[in-house]
């Protein structure tokens, strides 16, 4: 069989491995790190039908959810583009990972996915929507969210409806499973876990599969959470927050009727997976990342300020006098400096990628200089020049937390 995956990201990047080991041809197309670089809000279905000729199924994983994305191009748009495309070039199965809620959901992320999926029923190919719940595994975003919450000292409960979370093997799994149904095939299937259950509870779940032992929760009042989602701060957006409190399960007998098997428990599933010490760190670290950028920005921010507001000018430009720069020309190098640090601040507040590693850069030029012309500086008891270690350590720890934008 060879099968096109559009979309290889968490879910489509288990698929793909799941494909391949059972002998499948498969096609990854996606924004990065996929067979074919394609872009599913730009590309119309002639694209499409050109790239799916000789394909025997379309399975599209693609999908978005944070602040600003573009729900319409990707979900509906696209994805109407993609099928439209996979009709044309003769494809006889498509299989579309939808979001359990899509059918009556309010939120633009729903609508844009209920789209999708009403324009595929009406097709002329074998076609099934599957619409998970909470997604569990190594790699996903919600797992890596929810992992970092519950490693913190006290475990936010952040409320909402139930969730019935499914591991990924068992969603993989239903996928394969759907691929090999003989044909016509016309289904709806809600891809649930068998236990409905708080998003405490998974948390709970998580940090005892990291081993970090028993830990109380603290409510988070709903007006944080609503402002952290309008400020845009985090990976919380306002279609999340609202499908956090309208809940997200479904009865699962529908789900091992259509497909032959019962999910398994995800703690079930995690004990079969341990967690490494990658995981643990993994997840300490997430929440720190957003307090370690503050400080490093901070840091920028104060060697660009102190020098303009605080420090007297010719205290600023003595040193450079053994460069030869004097007068008009030191007073211009230290703005220029100063303005530097305050742009690396902004890069690093603003979250523009590498902007910790261009800070590495001008500190190492800084060092470079001033360890020649005033190496006594390194014998300095507050540490002028040593204290640049510290920081460099900070700024790649920050760069390597970086993730990899969708």
């Given amino acids: 069989m060879r099968v096109m995956i559009v979309g290889g990201g968490f879910i489509g990047g288990h698929l793909a491995g799941r494909l391949r080991a059972e002998g499948c041809a498969v096609t990854v197309a996606g924004r990065r790190s996929a067979d074919i670089a394609c872009d599913l809000a730009r590309d119309d279905a002639t694209v499409w039908t050109e790239r799916l000729c000789g394909h025997d199924a379309l399975v599209n994983c693609a999908g978005v959810l944070a602040a600003g994305a573009d729900y319409d191009g990707v979900h509906a748009r696209g994805a109407i583009a993609l099928f439209d495309g996979a009709a044309r070039a003769g494809v006889a199965r498509v299989v579309q990972i939808s979001a359990l809620g899509a059918s009556e959901g309010t939120t633009a992320y729903h609508r844009s996915k209920r789209a999708a999926d009403e324009h595929l029923t009406k097709l002329d190919l074998g076609w099934a929507i599957v619409r998970p719940s909470l997604v569990v595994g190594r790699g996903g975003g919600s797992t890596a969210l929810f992992s970092a919450l519950a490693a913190l000292p006290l475990m936010p409960d952040i ?11 068992d969603l993989v799994d239903a996928i394969w499973r759907l691929l090999q149904r003989p044909l016509p095939m016309s289904l709806v299937v809600d891809a649930v876990g068998p236990q409905p259950m708080r998003i405490l509870d998974l948390m709970a779940i998580l940090r005892h599969w990291l081993g970090l032992g028993v830990a109380s929760s ?82 920028w921010l104060a060697g660009g300020l102190v020098p303009l507001l605080l420090t007297p000018m010719g205290r600023n430009t003595h040193l ?63 540490g002028a020049l040593v204290k640049n270690l510290a920081v460099l350590g900070l700024s790649l720890a920050i760069n390597a937390m970086e993730k990899l934008r969708a």
């Avoid at 409320?159 to 093997?169: D, H, L, N, S, T």
């Fill in 159 to 169: 409320g909402g409806g139930m969730v019935q979370p499914i591991a990924i093997a």
């Fill in 218 to 299: 603290l409510p988070v009042p709903r007006w944080m959470l609503r402002a952290v989602a309008s400020l845009g701060i985090g990976p919380v957006t306002r279609d999340s927050l609202t499908m956090l409190e309208a809940g997200n399960a479904a009865p699962v007998e529908p789900f091992v009727t259509a497909l032959g098997f019962l999910p398994q428990p995800v703690a079930q599933f995690l004990a079969a997976h341990p967690a490494t010490h990658g995981d643990v760190l993994a997840a300490r670290l997430v929440p720190m990342e957003p307090a370690l950028r503050g400080l490093l920005a901070a840091v």
């Fill in 320 to 382: 450079l006098a053994r460069l030869g720069l004097t007068g008009e020309a030191a007073i211009g190098t230290v703005w220029a400096g100063s303005l530097a640090d305050m742009t690396v601040a902004l890069a690093l507040i603003l979250r523009c990628r590498g902007a910790a590693l261009v800070g590495v850069a001008l500190m190492v030029a800084y060092s470079l200089i001033l360890a020649a012309i005033a190496p006594e500086l390194w014998g300095d008891p507050f």
